[in-house]
């Protein structure tokens, strides 16, 4: 049997066939796919924050891209151009407290990476370009951003990543401090692009989107973990 | 105490929200409420990777509404109006069959419970107005036909058989929402055991020899009559060995 990797959904107003604006838990076919292609077997998470009891029949954890994290989370106010969703933030904050201390494999995409970094005690930038001084991360609506990524020697991101270091990405926050875990990745303007925590054995967050590309090198990773996990 | 696990298939289909056009494993999140609102914990299965492996991780499983299963299935041809997703069917006919083989606890709902009778080898009507002369079980686009002002388009009452498990558990009568315009017609190894009087419109299928294996015509999770989930939720939490929270002392 394969193992089996949770990934966190959003939830919209979602238009297909004959429904317009119906809320769904929904998540771009791009993630299971990876998860696929790197040998596990994806089920969709939509938000509950009831209790994180699903990780007792998970392998690994996805924490998925999104909207923007609760300022509150972090003890900030929420500034203008931040759009957050509380029902998601709740539940995937139980998520990845539970499965850090479960020691689970974790990976954490974009929203995923700050969410892991706030969970760690740290805190977020929430508008780059006002701190940066350009539109790089997100070029436009729907367009990813290509950029170059340097990686801490000795990293497991560098190990992974080995020479292709371009990354996809699409955010307009950005991780500030990271609280108890380790920057292993950036952009050339300085912004984190990659989280470790060497204390469990896979925690990883990356502020790109390796799903767009099914990087078979981070969800392989990931995947190898959960396996290794898997009882 | 873990609450039993619920899974759900999904679509996999192109859908727009905000500014975004693509393709996304997906699904209402009324049957996600439904799930958590009786005491389960709601996965979703999508259909983009056809195997039954995940089944090992469920305590039960329903299987959603949708579109049409392909009449191919029974060895019909297509209808005009017949609108099929092969990839859909592809995966949820395999986990069907394997979630009847595992004895897992399996709700079929709409389109779920036309799947059941499929793979219990019967057939469905590909357009009932064909059949039964009226558009009566399906609901005008947008609306909801419970509603108290909805005209009498998707909405009827069911009847159900006397000794049956879902007489048990809905009693002899009551009143449904509807939105279909296929409908089982012969529903091979599942009983019938709940039907539209007006019309003869099988409305509710259960298996004779399963712990649990339910289909139901309507949409209960777009209602507050959730009957069937909680249902649901205690067969698989008993299969677990869990106690479902909804029944906890």
Redesign the interface.
Known sequence: ??P?I?IT????????????D????????DY??AV?EAGG??????P?D??A??L???DGLVLAGGPDLEPGRYGAASEPLTESHPERDAGEFALARRALAMDLPVLGVCRGMQLLTVAAGGRLDQHLPDLVGHEKHRPA??VYGELVARFAPGSRIEALMGDDRTVHCYHHQGVADPGTLTVTGWADDGTPEAVEDPDHRFVLGVQWHPEVVRDRRVFGALVAAASRAAP | MRRPLIGLTAYAQQVQYGSNDLMAGMLPMTYVRAVHATGGRAVLITPDDPNTDVLESLDGIVFSGGGDVDPAYWGAPRHPETEVDPARDEAELLLMRGALDLGLPILGVCRGMQVMAVVGGGTLHQHLPDVIGHERHRAAAGTDPLAADASAYGRHDVVVQPGSRAHDLLGSRLTVNSFHHQAVDDPGAFRPVGWCPDDRVIEIIEHPERSFALGVQWHPERTPDLRVFAALAEAAADRAGLRPAAVAA
Request: some cysteine.
């Open positions: 049997m394969r089996i949770g959904t959003y939830v919209v107003p979602a238009t297909f066939g004959v429904w317009h119906l809320p769904a838990a929904l998540l771009p076919c299971v796919t696929r077997r994806a089920v969709l998470l939509p509950d009831q209790d009891d699903v007792a029949r998970l609506p729907g």
